[in-house]
């Protein structure tokens, strides 16, 4: 049922574990061409989903890449101790992605909107990260050995802007010439479970609010010149969705679940969703705080990975 409904209110499935989850829930088995691989940590679980073949990319939906998802419901807590470990979790594969000259050109971009909050945490990971290449510019002398070059943007979007996202950072690129962009963004989940909970990197860049059926133009290799990593938190989760699962537990518990109930279903969810044009998506009342919280992970992590050699101290120096 779950897949139907996401034909039938064109959601795309941001997280790539989600779409092997309901592909491999109607399958059975394992998806040809995709390749997958777990590791635990104290507060978190990482499932690296590697999709090698066109066919398995026809199949999840999802283009052919890397997605490393990083799992820890902790984020949503006051927990220290999981947050550092998540930033460290971060940095650890977001190195392994990423083979960079020592004085690499590294751009950042915060997607989203800073005028809706749910939106709005690629902004705030720009707020929060450590930006360098005005000091190689203006004062190399302040500079430690081995620094990158790090700039960052929030180009906003395209309702704000009147521009397409992604020709805005092609105009940037093309002027700084950086060897890797890195864009930050929301996504959509199937479950609620993983809003600010679940950390999804991805070497096959981004289209910007796919994942709430508004399509852009992507943001990766083809479109940039460079190699795009994209680093995205589900945020909120489609209404259909979680009417679908409504639905579907009572429909089990009632032991009616025939066609005749599916279809009811549907035709219930499409009713209710309609005066919103069957877009309707959901966050939590405390997202002003997740968001906050998540691009300090988020941002320690981009910045542990680009400048190894910092240490805490330095990291504090320089924002300051």
Do not use: C
Request: glycine share 8%; proline share 5%; hydrophobic share 40%.
């Amino acid at each position: 049922m779950l897949s139907e409904v996401y034909q039938n209110f064109g959601i795309s499935l941001d997280l790539a574990l989600e779409a092997r989850e309901i592909v491999r829930g109607e399958t059975g088995q394992e998806i040809p061409g995709v390749k997958v691989d777990q590791e635990n940590y104290e507060h978190a679980q990482v499932t690296i989903v590697n999709i090698m073949e066109q066919y398995a990319e026809k199949i999840m939906g999802k283009p052919v890449g890397i997605y490393i998802t990083i799992e820890a419901p902790l984020i949503r807590e006051n927990n220290p101790a999981a947050h550092k470990e998540t930033g460290e979790i971060l940095a650890h594969y977001l190195k392994t992605l990423v083979n960079l000259p020592e004085y690499a050109n590294i751009l950042l971009v915060g997607l989203g909107n800073w005028r809706a909050t749910p939106d709005a945490l690629g902004p705030e990971v720009i707020e929060q990260s450590l930006v360098t290449r005005h000091l190689f510019n203006y004062a190399p002398q302040t500079l430690k050995k081995g620094m990158r070059s790090v700039s960052a943007m929030a180009p906003g979007v395209l309702g704000i802007t009147g521009i397409e996202t992604a020709e805005i950072i092609k105009g940037v690129a093309e002027k700084i010439h950086p060897e890797l962009i890195i864009t930050i963004d929301s996504l959509a989940a199937r479950s609620v479970t993983r809003i600010a909970t679940t950390i999804q990197i991805a070497t096959t860049g981004i289209k910007p609010g796919s994942g709430i059926g508004n399509q852009r133009s992507g943001i990766n290799q083809e479109t940039m010149g460079v190699p795009v990593i994209a680093i995205g938190v589900p945020t909120v989760v489609h209404a259909a969705v979680i009417a679908s699962d409504a639905i579907e537990q009572y429909l089990k518990q009632a032991q009616t679940n025939n066609q005749t109930s599916l279809n009811f279903s549907r035709e219930a969810i499409n009713k209710v969703l309609e005066p919103f044009g069957g877009n309707l998506t959901v966050t939590p009342k405390e997202i002003d705080a997740l968001i906050h919280s998540t691009a300090q992970i988020i941002a320690a992590g981009i910045t542990s990975a680009l400048q190894p050699e910092l240490t805490q101290d330095d990291y504090t120096f320089y924002m300051h």
